[in-house]
């Protein structure tokens, strides 16, 4: 079983859609929970950042992590042409200092 | 304020060459980490330096090692490459001892025939 789980998709929505995106994890320790946003032939982009259990809302992104159920989800509100992109989850334990575990990646497509 | 830069953009080498590609982090970063990340997979972290120092290696064999300079740039050097290097090598770059917050260049493309 791989440490972190993520449907590779691809998912094409209309615009305008609630996008969720998710991924699952097996290492309990982890506590740094991270969602990166890669277009194509770029590098990940630090969308949220969000440390133990919780939500945390910026704009028109959420994240939530559930710690008990080892789960974490991005929503994506009113999701625009523009947010078309892989989405990568990551995460890390305490004191692994850049030692981050990446899902695959979910390739989204939003559609005009 | 200059993001992550990394050079060059593309490569292409053959097997048994050797490569080295660079680094430079955002400005006040004092760390630097290296993921590789193959087609179709999520970046696989190789290591990371700090003070000069390599402080942290994933999985990687010897063949990959690395260098961090007195002003924070890094180089990534990669020896007797193999088909399965071909690869995007991303440079990450973050304060030391403050969270897990990466910031992330636009990577490196090598290709190896």
């Known amino acids: 079983q791989k440490e972190v789980e993520q449907d590779p998709g691809p998912l094409s929505v209309p615009e305008g859609a609630i996008v969720s995106l998710n991924c699952t994890y097996s290492?309990?320790?982890?506590?740094?929970f991270m969602w990166y946003r890669q277009y194509s032939r770029k590098g990940p982009e630090l969308l949220m950042y969000?440390?133990?259990?919780g939500n945390k809302e910026d704009g028109r992104f959420t994240a939530q992590v559930d710690k008990s159920s080892k789960y974490i989800s991005l929503f994506i509100r009113d999701s625009q042409p523009s947010d078309s992109a892989t989405y990568l989850c990551?995460?890390?334990?305490?004191?692994?200092?850049?030692?981050?575990?990446f899902g695959k990646g979910t390739k989204l497509s939003v559609k005009p | 304020d200059a993001g992550v830069t990394q050079s060059p953009t593309h490569l292409i080498k053959t097997r048994g060459q050797q490569v080295t590609l660079r680094c430079s982090p955002k400005?006040?970063?004092?760390?630097v980490s290296w993921y590789q990340q193959a087609l179709g997979q999520g970046p696989q972290f190789i290591f990371q330096?700090?003070?000069?120092?390599?402080?942290q290696r994933g999985n990687f064999p010897d063949r990959f090692s690395g260098h961090q300079f007195p002003n924070y740039s890094s180089e990534l050097n990669v020896n007797a490459l193999l088909l399965g290097d071909s690869a995007l090598y991303l440079c990450?770059?973050?304060?030391?001892?403050?969270?897990?917050?990466?910031?992330f260049g636009s990577g490196t493309q090598l290709s190896v025939l």
């Open positions: 990450a770059s973050s304060v030391w001892g403050t969270n897990e917050k990466l910031f």
């Open positions: 290492n309990s320790a982890f506590q740094y």
């Open positions: 969000t440390y133990s259990s």
């Open positions: 990551a995460m890390s334990s305490r004191g692994s200092q850049g030692n981050l575990i």
């Open positions: 400005s006040g970063h004092d760390t």
């Open positions: 330096y700090y003070e000069e120092e390599e402080r």
